[in-house]
């Protein structure tokens, strides 16, 4: 046998799942990584790395942010609690009541544990996500409860941590070696995989097997497969890797597909981003500030309501959206009155902007007469109900048009008036595999498949239509923990 366990990917729930190994007494832990060095790391890499994690007392913060009070005075006062419920509550509404219970009672109650597991011996380090998370409401910055956590330097400090702790660990790194086939016993037992790596295929044995190598979100012949026109020509936003090679090689041993493979996460990016995630761009091609402006589509009209929840609770969905609009373009306006709250991450492209509406629209690919009649009509309609307030669901809505804006909908009538043109990009794929609790794979006659585990993107069940900000990132890291240990028990 050449291996205890082999993890065939390089994310987070890859390196979970080969930490997690190590501790529970796998000597020999070998990772696959596809991707050349250069490029490692998988989607991880391209992340904000924000986590949403349950807490009962603002205090258990404390160990990941010391300075915060300090730094944002206010943040213990300010910040509510995140107890399983709340955080159960979001997963079940974003998903419409669909997410696999068994999975997600895991995912969530052992969210907080993990956390400090990957701080302790992940050897991770953490602080506010400022620039994505932080509302400033007068001189006090607002923070949403549950997800405002993140790894310092975001995903790119998150994998680099991740490929140090694994060095440091003596656990192997193969790059430019893509997992292709998994190897059985008779028994029917996983025993290995079939790779192709730089000088051709090769078998490597295990006692255990660990997929970890993502979704489809990468393949537009499966993108177009499970989730139809026009997915197979949306831009991806992170890794160029993740080709759905982990769910074929299990699938083809009859492991059980698992959620909804009809759905994916995807957001609103700028419609100039590149076609795949650029390394050095990471997630800054996203566009996330639409809930305080408009959205048009290029026939001139408002489809959607911007303000429909937080951002972080509509935005994995609307990317979808954007994409299935003529052309797969929109454009953003705001008003000068709004400007100070987009993201920073605005500021890396270059908006249209002009004093009039009018002139505003006129540079814009939309039919103009009719863009400038929903504007005008959108701001007839604005203003109705509760006081703008940034940081919470303020209950600002429009009247008479439709669709409503519920929230922070506030007139665009003060110049300049800024635009950015906006299109869907890919994130990841929800369609995975059964697992256990134990994050064994499943097979079709619903029995575990012995030597075989599964984490991160590959797991099916926990997302349907829709997603919660800093879930995919906890999930890998919670099952990817779980995984290891299995497969160094077994
Ligand atoms: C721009 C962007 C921003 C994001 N921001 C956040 C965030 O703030 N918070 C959050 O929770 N989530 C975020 N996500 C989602 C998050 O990145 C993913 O949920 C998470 O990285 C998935 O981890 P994973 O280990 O399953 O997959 P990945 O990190 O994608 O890793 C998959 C690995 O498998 C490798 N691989 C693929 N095929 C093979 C094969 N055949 N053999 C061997 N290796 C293979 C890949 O090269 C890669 O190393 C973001 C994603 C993107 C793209």
Not at 11 to 30: D, T, Y
Not at 284 to 311: C, F, P, Q
Not at 404 to 412: G, L, T, V
Request: glycine share 12%.
């Amino acid at each position: 046998m050449d291996y205890d366990v082999i993890v065939a990917g390089a994310g987070n729930a890859a390196f979970s799942a080969a930490l997690s190994a190590k501790e529970n007494g796998a000597k020999r832990v070998l990772v696959l990584e596809k991707a050349p060095k250069e490029k490692r790391g998988g989607n991880t890499h391209f992340s904000g790395a924000v986590f949403r994690f349950i807490y009962n007392d603002v205090a258990e913060l404390d160990r990941f942010v010391p300075d915060a009070e300090r730094d944002y005075p206010g943040f213990h006062k300010g910040v509510q609690p995140y107890p399983v419920e709340a955080f159960r509550e979001d997963l079940m509404r974003v998903t419409q009541g669909r997410t696999d219970p068994e999975l997600s009672a895991a995912l969530i109650e052992n969210s907080y544990d993990t956390m400090c597991w990957l701080q302790e011996t992940g050897k991770h380090e953490f602080e506010l996500a400022l620039s994505v998370m932080g509302v400033r409401v007068g001189n006090e910055v607002k923070w949403p409860r549950g997800a405002m956590i993140r790894t310092v330097h975001e995903g790119v400090g998150l994998s680099k941590t991740w490929f140090a702790t694994a060095e440091k660990l003596g656990i192997e790194i193969r790059y430019e070696t893509g997992a292709q086939r998994l190897t059985q016993a008779e028994s029917g037992r996983v025993n290995g995989v079939v790779a192709r790596g730089p000088e051709g295929f090769a078998t490597f044995g295990a006692k255990a097997v660990v997929l970890a190598c993502g979704g489809f979100e990468t393949n537009p012949e499966w993108r177009l497969r499970y989730l139809g026109a026009p997915w197979d020509h949306a831009k991806v936003r992170g890794s160029n890797f993740n080709h759905g090679e982990g769910l074929k090689m299990a699938l083809d041993i009859g492991t059980m597909p698992w959620g909804h493979w009809s759905g994916c996460h995807a957001t609103p990016i700028v419609a100039t981003a590149p076609d795949y995630g650029a390394q050095h761009l990471t997630d800054k091609t996203n566009r996330l500030s639409y809930h305080y402006g408009v959205m048009i589509n290029v026939e001139g009209r408002r489809w959607i309501d911007e303000g429909a929840d937080l951002n972080s609770f509509t935005y994995a969905k609307y990317g979808g959206l954007i994409l299935k609009q003529p052309r797969s373009l929109v454009y953003q306006i705001f008003d000068s009155k709004v400007v100070k709250l987009l993201e920073p991450r605005y500021s890396t492209s270059e908006p249209y902007r002009s004093d009039t509406l009018e002139g505003l629209v006129k540079q814009l690919d939309v039919d103009h007469g009719r863009a400038l009649k929903t504007l005008e009509e959108y701001n007839r309609a604005a203003g109705k109900g509760g006081r703008f307030n940034p940081a919470v669901l303020d209950g600002m809505y429009t009247e008479g048009i439709e669709p409503k804006k519920s929230n922070w909908a506030r007139k665009i009538d003060t110049p300049p008036f800024l635009s950015w043109p906006v299109t869907g990009g890919i994130t990841f794929t929800f369609g995975g595999l059964k697992v256990t609790k134990d994050a064994q794979v499943v097979a079709t006659d619903w029995k575990p498949i012995a030597g075989l585990y599964a984490c991160g993107e590959m797991v099916g069940g926990l997302f349907h239509y829709n997603y919660a900000l800093g879930t995919g990132l906890m999930s890998g890291a919670v099952f990817g923990r779980i995984a290891g240990r299995s497969a160094a028990r077994a």
